[in-house]
């Protein structure tokens, strides 16, 4: 590890042990908002392909893709892709082409990311830096001790396949299995400019951040290469963190999540107070129901005697039958949204999430993060049936619970931001795009920088709606 620590010594930053964290990485000088941290690029990755959605092993482009003709299981967009990745893919391409077409309908994601894992184990050499080396895969914790019988058995049966699909005799089926519990806890998925899952990666280094539900940095990416940014400034000899899940949620339900995926118990700031009242309140806010009175807005506990939950401001008590029959009703909608949105019946789902959105909000407090789901929902096809004036309307609601739930500084209350500009810039109303877009601008600079052409696409609309009010608001006489 000491050519790793040389390297990142050079960009001001070390790793070192702490009790109860293994390595973590700490700043060797100050950091400030926006500043790169470290820039990764994966040791491996694979597209996130399915029978539905298909995109190319190299770039992740969706368009122009042809199959590779030998494995007929790997998509490229063109020749520059398929001869960036043919290395590797040379290798696993022989391997797939001896698998009937059962088996390789057998060959998930996750498959393919540990073939390319022992590929590049095999063809690494003396070209390998301190930081693409798999030394650094093998130093990742797999927490094998801590996964249940019923998980083992599942590596197991995909190890047994890995080593069926490879056909080499110095691979072992343990140390496989090991692997995938590793990338259980370690593999980042792959997502673009605006959050959208595209694939999964393997980062050994930038595995080595910690968790915070207060992170001071942020983990985005710029194409497959994995970039972390601070969000604020961090002084030198400090640690660096980035969060692992979704961080508005209850303590518990943040600390259950954790515990599940990733075997440890966090200890943040914001972990710390779990039981105390501002994290009780918290919770009630983010995940509790909402006050009967439509005028109050407290937050529910639940009643002493268990008739229900009581609001901590105006004391009026939502009994739970009425609460249990609001929420059947949403569960049976739901299963019709889900049912009319497989079978592309759009104008039916919007209807029937219209119906889910409104019971939820006379069940739900007015912050609480369940309100996101159905408007979230109804944005996006809204804007697919090209509805725009609707949608804004969501997603201007959407707007006071992300920046309730969010930091000032966070990557999706910039894109909800950006999401409304668009939308206002589209119907005409450049006064108030240029509003929504400078906020998402301020914090979008911050998360994901100003050189990636998502970027610069957003400051360009910037300057566009600053153009166009400064038209409007010019005298007459001009």
């Not at 998980?151 to 090991?178: F, G, R, S, T």
């Not at 259980?184 to 400019?193: K, L, M, R, V, W």
């Not at 950006?418 to 795009?433: I, Q």
Request: aromatic content about 8%.
């Amino acid at each position: 590890m000491e050519d790793l620590q040389e390297a990142l010594r050079e960009g001001g930053l070390t790793v070192s042990a702490l009790p109860a964290k293994g390595r973590s990485l700490f700043t060797a000088k100050d950091f400030y908002p926006g500043e790169v941290i470290i820039r990764q690029e994966p040791y491996v990755f694979v597209p996130n392909n399915s029978a539905s959605e298909r995109r190319c092993e190299g770039c992740f482009s969706s368009s122009n893709l042809k199959k590779c003709s030998a494995c007929r299981v790997v998509w490229y967009c063109g020749c520059s892709c398929q001869k960036s990745q043919w290395k590797v893919h040379q290798l696993e391409c022989r391997a797939l082409a001896r698998l009937d077409e059962d088996k390789r309908k057998a060959v998930t994601p996750t498959i393919r990311l540990m073939l390319k894992l022992y590929i590049r184990r095999k063809l690494q050499d003396e070209k390998i830096t301190a930081a693409d080396n798999y030394r650094l895969v093998e130093a990742l914790v797999a927490h094998m001790s801590d996964i249940d019988e019923k998980q083992l058995v599942l590596y197991a049966q995909m190890a047994n396949l890995v080593n069926l699909i490879l056909q080499w005799p110095e691979i072992n089926i343990k140390e496989i299995a090991e692997n995938f519990s590793k990338f259980s806890c370690n593999a980042h998925t792959i997502c673009d400019s605006e959050l959208r899952p595209l694939g999964t990666g393997l980062y050994p280094v930038i595995s080595i951040i910690n968790h915070s539900c207060l992170p001071n940095a942020v983990l985005v990416f710029e194409g497959t290469a994995a970039v972390v940014r601070t969000v604020q400034r961090i002084s030198g000899g400090s640690e660096v963190s980035i969060s692992y899940i979704e961080t508005a949620r209850s303590t518990m339900t943040r600390l259950k999540a954790l515990k599940e995926q990733y075997f440890f118990t966090c200890s943040c700031p914001r972990c710390d107070r779990v039981g105390q009242p501002a994290d009780i309140q918290e919770s009630a806010v983010l995940e509790g129901y909402r006050c009967k009175d439509d005028n109050c807005t407290g937050f529910l506990l639940r009643d002493s005697d268990d008739r229900g939950f009581r609001c901590q401001q105006c004391g009026l008590l939502r009994e739970k039958e009425e609460l249990k029959e609001i929420t059947n009703e949403i569960r049976t909608m739901s299963e019709k949204a889900v049912a009319a949105t497989s079978s592309a019946k759009l104008e039916e789902a919007i209807s029937i999430y219209k119906m889910i959105e409104k019971l939820q909000g006379e069940l739900y407090h007015p912050y609480s993060i369940f309100l996101l789901q159905p408007r979230e929902k109804l944005l996006k096809m809204l804007m697919e049936v090209e509805d725009w004036k609707e949608a804004l309307a969501y997603c201007r609601i959407t707007i006071p619970i992300y920046e309730r739930i969010y930091p000032t500084i966070h990557p999706l209350l910039g894109l909800q931001y950006y999401t409304c500009g668009k939308l206002e810039w589209l119907l005409g109303d450049s006064d108030v795009a240029l509003k929504s877009l400078g906020k998402a601008v301020d914090i979008l600079r911050v998360t994901h920088g100003t050189s990636t052409p998502f970027m610069k696409e957003l400051m360009m609309r910037l300057e566009e709606a600053r153009a166009e009010a400064s038209y409007k608001i010019r005298p007459i006489d001009e």
